[in-house]
């Protein structure tokens, strides 16, 4: 498990890498479509390997841990086989989602007790038990438990929260290093650096993450409403303060553009739900723009999607034909809506 830096733009800090996991190579810079649980929505494995050209894919522990839980997944052999995916997965550690359920659950040093929003009942994250779930589900990349602070934070509570993380983070590595996993093939942990939008707070926890000497480092925190500018002031810096040789993670961005303004600034890997949750209600992202295929103007538009499209979906089919699937609410509409975003991204 390594990262080679190939290439670095000559009038910006954008690189070119290749990050070696044990199912396979990565080419960076790098969109991740996110699995959440053991699933792209509204596609399949064929589409995202021979159409979108996955590379990586993206699992939640939070959910994959309540559904269908972490034994079924070890038992079936891993989450590769379990959904017969032969590439790279991340595994996310559950600590975003844990932070959006709010009143629904409660922080302390030694994790979070939270409620299901399945159905209610209580569960306990630690730093040791998400290691060893992500270990049993079997990720090529585990992330480590952090604290995500919302935004706006007071610089107080943005301080609190950082040193927490730090102190998480020595806990899942503790158990990464100790704690024998099922599979036998390597696993790399990524550290998450945070600080909210306190520039002195992230330059104290790249620091921090930097020690760990992993192969990615990752960078949270943000894309969490604060103004596009601030979440680029922050990678800027972060990515200044991150060593060279270390792929580098931005976490839950986004926008096209945020992802082109940010690989300019030296940023990795990228994942985010937009693609393919806009692309479920009929929103699609073209090298023109925005199409809301809903709208009247495509009704008898017979015109490809997107005649430039890597997809045939988008190449084949027109704009008035995807727009009377959606009216008629049909599922295939969500799947050539959401290869098509996928492999615009």
């Known amino acids: 498990m390594a990262f080679q830096l190939l290439h670095t733009d000559s009038e910006c800090r ?8 044990a199912h396979g190579s990565i080419d960076t810079p790098i969109f991740m479509p996110v699995g959440t649980r053991a699933t792209v929505k509204a596609t399949d494995n064929y589409y995202l390997d021979n159409t979108i050209g996955a590379q990586i894919i993206l699992g939640n522990t939070y959910h994959l841990y309540l559904r269908p839980g972490s034994d079924i997944i070890e038992s079936a052999g891993g989450l590769h086989k379990f959904m017969d995916w032969k590439k790279p997965i991340l595994t996310d550690s559950g600590g975003y989602q844990v932070y959006s359920l709010g009143s629904m659950r409660k922080i302390s040093e030694e994790g979070v007790m939270f409620n299901s929003h399945i159905d209610g009942s209580r569960h306990f994250f630690t ?14 990349i585990i992330m480590a438990f952090d604290e995500c602070p919302p935004y706006p934070s007071t610089y107080a509570y943005a301080m609190k929260s950082m040193k927490l993380t730090h102190r998480w983070l020595d806990r899942c590595l503790k158990t990464f290093h100790e704690a024998q996993g099922p599979h036998a093939y390597s696993q790399v942990f ?21 020690e760990k000497n992993s192969p990615i480092n990752a960078i949270g925190g943000l894309s969490v409403g604060e103004p596009h500018d601030k979440m680029y002031e922050i990678t800027d810096q972060c990515t200044q303060h991150l060593p060279l040789d270390k792929a580098r993670y931005l976490m839950g961005v986004g926008l096209p553009e945020n992802i082109l303004e ?8 990228f994942d985010c739900v937009l693609p393919s949750r806009n692309a479920r209600h009929g929103i699609l992202y073209t090298a023109e723009g925005l199409i809301h295929i809903k709208n009247a103007r495509w009704k008898d538009d017979f015109s490809p999607i997107d005649e430039t499209s890597p997809s045939p979906l988008s190449r084949n089919h027109s704009k008035a034909y995807l727009r009377h699937l959606f009216l008629s609410k049909e599922i295939l509409a969500s799947q050539i809506a959401t290869v098509h975003n996928l492999s615009f991204y």
């Open 127 to 140: 730093p040791e038990n998400v290691v060893k779930i992500q270990k049993s589900i079997g990720a090529d």
């Open 190 to 210: 990524a550290p998450i650096v945070q600080g909210s939008v306190f520039k002195d707070l992230r330059r104290e926890s790249c620091a921090f993450v930097a």
């Open 14 to 21: 954008a690189r070119a890498g290749v990050l070696q996991t």
């Open 262 to 269: 940010c690989i300019s600034m030296g940023v990795d890997m």
